[in-house]
């Protein structure tokens, strides 16, 4: 078994662990950030970069070349009950550098953040290569073992932090308890053909026991389609013809490429998962991310609630590695600045899908047509109310920024 060392070891090398990887990179400390494929080539990824994620950009003096790469730029968001229109977030009034979520594929956004850390002389990735274990010692965490395509490897470090996601093989082996809050919906994830004429902006249609959220790709549309837990398999009974005829009744405009699935391969089952850590680390283990918190799908923040956990996660461990002198209260200090936000996201999502998504999904289509709630109307009336989803969506509760810990050094 090869045998290597370094002071922060990240298992994987998504969102939160490239972020992290880099910043702590920048700031002096030697990192190994460990990707078990062997690109990021994955279609089920998230798609939003919203603005607070581009305001850290802004500040890494990163966001001119970032915002280089294809994207779209969407700063507002619609909501079509049947035949009505909701304008129900507008971006463009947020105090930040890009007031606009970026529409982005996720492979392109974790490139730059790779090409990036690869300018630190400190940055180590490893692609192909599967986290898999904890060495441990005396109840403090070590390193972590693992495989790439050279065999078997082990690596010891200061800190492992497990950036694995929401199937996190390291939190598994950490014996770390977690409380399951659950979610009454999963989604399926497809491509459609984009097409002149198509609607203007990324948003969604809800009608009787169906929500289709559409993200604009440039050339395509990447389709998120909300169906109950667990029902993947009776829809999938009733044939691909029957689930052509649901989207298309949802979004009559969609109805000329439908066509385009031509078989089940082409849709993913995303299972939808919120979950969070009753405590986030172990001596020498800190977990971040997905696999600290899953979150809901609604409001897209995952991918930017993991960056949050990076920058804050550097921002208070970048001096201790370095100086090697990090301690247990380091990492619960990690814990203790994100936990609130991650407890707030998920309260609020939760409400969401209590309130709004299970009442919906237990419609049936023969009900009389759902329209838009008094509520929801609102933000019609007095477009000043759009402000506020745009802040919570887009900037999240408590925003982190880049400290003068992480500035380059030489």
């Known amino acids: 078994m090869r045998e290597l060392a370094t002071t922060c070891c990240i298992a994987g090398g998504g969102p939160a662990g490239m972020m992290l990887g880099f910043l702590l990179a920048r700031a002096g400390v030697d990192v190994i950030v460990l990707e078990k494929h062997a690109d990021f080539l994955r279609d089920f990824r998230g798609d939003t970069i919203h603005p607070s994620t581009m305001q850290l950009m802004a500040e890494l003096g990163l966001l001119h070349d970032f915002l280089k790469l294809p994207h779209s730029a969407v700063r507002t968001i619609a909501m079509g009950f049947g035949k009505e229109t909701i304008q129900f977030a507008d971006f463009s009034h947020l105090p930040v550098a890009a007031p606009f979520v970026a529409m982005m594929p996720q492979w392109d956004f974790l490139d730059f953040l790779a090409d990036r850390g690869r300018e630190q002389p400190r940055f180590t990735l490893m692609m192909n290569a599967k986290a898999e274990g904890l060495i441990e010692e005396a109840g403090q965490i070590r390193g972590l073992t693992g495989h790439d395509t050279n065999g078997p490897f082990s690596i010891l470090a200061d800190l492992v932090v497990a950036a694995d996601g929401r199937q996190s093989d390291i939190r598994a082996a950490s014996g770390l308890k977690g409380i399951d809050i659950g979610a009454p919906m999963d989604v399926l994830w497809f491509r459609l053909p984009k097409e002149a004429g198509d609607p203007g902006q990324t948003g969604g249609q809800v009608a009787n026991g169906r929500l289709l959220v559409t993200l604009d790709r440039g050339d395509y549309w990447q389709s998120a389609f909300v169906i109950p837990k667990d029902s993947f398999e009776a829809l999938r009974a009733a044939g691909l013809p029957a689930f052509r005829e649901s989207v298309t009744k949802l979004a009559p405009w969609l109805a000329g490429r439908m066509q385009a699935i031509a078989d089940w391969d082409e849709i993913k089952l995303l299972t939808v998962a919120v979950d969070r850590l009753e ?132």
């Not at 920058?311 to 990492?331: I, T």
């Not at 998920?346 to 899908?353: D, H, K, S």
């Not at 759009?386 to 509760?397: D, E, N, Q, S, Y």
């Open 279 to 410: 405590t986030w680390w172990r001596p020498g283990l800190l977990c971040i991310g997905d696999a600290a918190h899953a979150m809901s799908p609604i409001g897209g923040v995952g991918v930017n609630l993991a960056v949050q956990d990076a920058v804050a996660a550097a921002n208070l461990l970048a001096a201790p590695l370095r100086e090697k002198r990090l301690s247990n209260s380091d990492l619960a200090a990690v814990q203790a600045r994100r936990e609130f936000p991650t407890k707030a996201t998920q309260r609020m999502q939760v409400i969401a899908q209590n309130r709004i998504i299970s009442p919906l999904l237990a419609r049936s289509e023969s009900d009389a047509p759902l329209g838009p709630p008094l509520l929801v109307r609102l933000f019609n009336w007095f477009p000043l109310l759009r402000r506020i989803p745009a802040r919570l969506v887009g900037m999240g509760v408590r925003p982190e920024h880049i400290g003068a810990e992480l500035a380059p050094r030489r």
